[in-house]
């Protein structure tokens, strides 16, 4: 039997999570504990979409061919048209420019996270179903030496222990709540009255501006509503002043997921007033986009009802980590969507911790000096991600500072050159995901960890 080198409690079954365990199961000595508020691992609702630079840590995992299985189309590194792009906020449509990549992944949520559940080693890995996190303490060390525990506690009044503990737990995240009260305590005591304050300010999620409508149904209702739809196959992009409607086949074309933006960036960053989250039904829908081209109602003609969000980000961070606690995913730099790299950027987050953890060098006195590496390398590029979704989002709402389109009816030479830029803005901004790797940030973590001696 293997020696546990050290245990790590994982808060947070989602992408980030699952993916971080699976990859630590691979290593016998570490210990895994994975914390799940719900009582399911599986989320259920929208799809998610994988680029090439993602899909190679999948394949680095070993997972390409069962999460291969239940994607939409295998994947392929040929060209193909990742997303068209229809200017559709009037009664005739205009098609503006198609989105040709390597190509984007796209899965059902549920889907996805069974794979990764299926490849968990339940000999290094327990899984604990409903258990919400309330508070951890991460008691001061005696010594290097003889370091005690983090203590973890829950809603249900049981607790735990473990030597790291890692906040998968997405955008409202108690880890990173309770770690920045934590640095904001310190702080004060140190007469820092500045960076507590800004610590503090670090704690809630921000409210974008942004809501969206969601909703996933199947793709016979839609081919009975509007025979060929291009979203029956391929990903579509509706574009219009403040909205923005995404659309692509997933469960291997069996099912449509669609969402639509509604967006007012001057209200970026206030209160939002209203609930979070809420269904509404199928009018509220059709009277939003009451204006739009026909095909676009056809897409809320077939859901009796969608889910509306108000879309909410992760503040950009000071960190990412606190001694033996580190944050992952969502919890650490939740995004908006219009660039379809949450998803990756959780697994790179994994990737690339689960690198220095497994390091032969990595010791349970050296974790502090290891989330340091991970949030030294990690985090410049994870917010770099999250600033070019919020371009994206602006360039696809039509926002964007110096875009306008007073005569929407009317394509003048102009406004159709104009289109034709905001997609070539959209595609720079999207050039990363199929021509770069996280080879080299890995390399330079390890060298890191290397040079520590």
Known sequence: MTDT?????????GVAGLTLAVALSKHPDIQ???YEAADSLFEAGVGIGLWPRSWKIVEKFGLQRPLSSVALIPPESLPQISLNFRKSDEALGLNVNQLITPGMLT?????FQRVLVDQLQSTTCHIHRSRR??????????????RPPIQLRFDDGSSSTCDLLIGADGLHSTVRACMFQEIAS??????RSDDARQALQSIEPRWSGICMYRATYPAELLSRCYKRHRALREPTVYVGTNTQITVYPISRGTQISVTATLANFDLEDTPFDGPLMEDVPQ?????????WEPEVQALFQCADTASRWAVHTCPPLDTYV????ALIGDAAHAMLPHEGVGPGQAIEDAYLLATLLGNSKTTISTLPKILEIYDTIRRPFAQQAMNRSRENAMLYTL???GLTFDRPEDYDDTQKRRLSEVCYRIRKNWEWVWTTTIDEDIDRAVDMLERQG
């Not at 080198?5 to 079954?13: D, M």
């Not at 606190?322 to 606690?325: G, I, L, Q």
């Open 322 to 325: 606190s001694d033996r606690v």
């Open 107 to 111: 899965f059902h949520r549920p889907d």
């Open 399 to 401: 926002t964007f500072p």
């Open 32 to 34: 895994i504990d994975l």
């Open 186 to 191: 310190k702080a004060c005591a140190e007469g």
């Open 283 to 291: 009018d509220v829908i059709l009277h939003e986009f009451d204006r």
């Open 133 to 146: 996190l309330v508070s951890y303490t991460n008691p001061q060390p005696g010594s290097e030496a003889s």
């Open 5 to 13: 080198k050290f245990t790590v409690a994982i808060c947070g079954a």
